[in-house]
T-cell receptor, first 118, second 113 residues
Framework: AQKVTQAQTEISVVEKEDVTLDCVYE???????LFWYKQPPSGELVFLIR??????QNEISGRYSWNFQKSTSSFNFTITASQVVDSAVYFC???????????????FGQGTELSVKP | DTGVSQNPRHKITKRGQNVTFRCDPI?????LYWYRQTLGQGPEFLTY????????KSRLLSDRFSAERPKGSFSTLEIQRTEQGDSAMYLC???????????FGSGTRLTVV
């Protein structure tokens, strides 16, 4: 069965601090996709990244970086020099490869609410 | 195209009433999804369409729920005989093929009183 666990329910940091959001997943598939989404107070889920299971190279996009480790089934997300505008709920999600390629569902974690204080 | 549009943004209804939500996906997207999100939880999959065909339904979608996507364009989600447990945010998303993840709408927040 698929499962995504985001153990951190809430994180509070002061602006300019670095912060890492943890994501641990479970799947029996060898081909799968992992995602991160941001949900600001407006409610709309904003896509941040998709990673497939064969690409373990870490990715950096501006202040955002992602660390994918298959050995520990983790796909962690780091925000460097956090800003107040980063305050939101962040979700990690998983889709098994066959299901995703056929247009199927994402399995989301419970989310981590990040609060960045000035 | 301005993205995925959902209407209404908010709906308050009395228990036992029927409600219908509408989702207008990005025009070139052939896949459309409905998710439900309760407070403090991640979105949970309800159903999805490829064009006008409903290809998968979650067990969460009881017989009081029905979704349609006539002509493969907009979609409606109807809940009959609403219950307090139906109170949630109902999210719609669309994609074209695999895409880079789905594009989500802002959701319809349902409150059943």
């Amino acid at each position: 069965a698929q499962k995504v666990t985001q153990a951190q329910t809430e994180i509070s940091v002061v602006e300019k601090e670095d912060v890492t959001l943890d994501c641990v997943y479970e799947t029996r598939d060898t081909t799968y996709y992992l995602f991160w989404y941001k949900q600001p107070p407006s409610g709309e889920l904003v896509f941040l990244i998709r990673r497939n299971s064969f690409d373990e190279q870490n990715e950096i996009s501006g202040r955002y970086s992602w660390n994918f480790q298959k050995s520990t089934s983790s796909f962690n997300f780091t925000i460097t020099a956090s800003q107040v505008v980063d305050s939101a709920v962040y979700f990690c999600a998983l889709s098994e490869g066959r299901i995703y390629n056929q247009g199927g569902k994402l399995i989301f974690g419970q989310g981590t609410e990040l609060s960045v204080k000035p | 195209d301005t993205g995925v549009s959902q209407n209404p943004r908010h709906k308050i209804t009395k228990r036992g009433q029927n409600v219908t939500f509408r989702c207008d996906p990005i025009s070139e997207h052939n896949r459309l999804y409905w998710y439900r999100q309760t407070l403090g939880q991640g979105p949970e999959f309800l159903t999805y369409f490829q064009n006008e065909a409903q290809l998968e339904k979650s067990r969460l979608l009881s017989d009081r729920f029905s979704a349609e996507r006539p002509k493969g364009s907009f979609s409606t989600l109807e809940i009959q005989r609403t219950e307090q447990g139906d109170s949630a945010m109902y999210l719609c998303a669309s994609s074209y093929g695999q895409g880079d993840g789905y594009t989500f709408g802002s959701g319809t927040r349902l409150t059943v009183v």
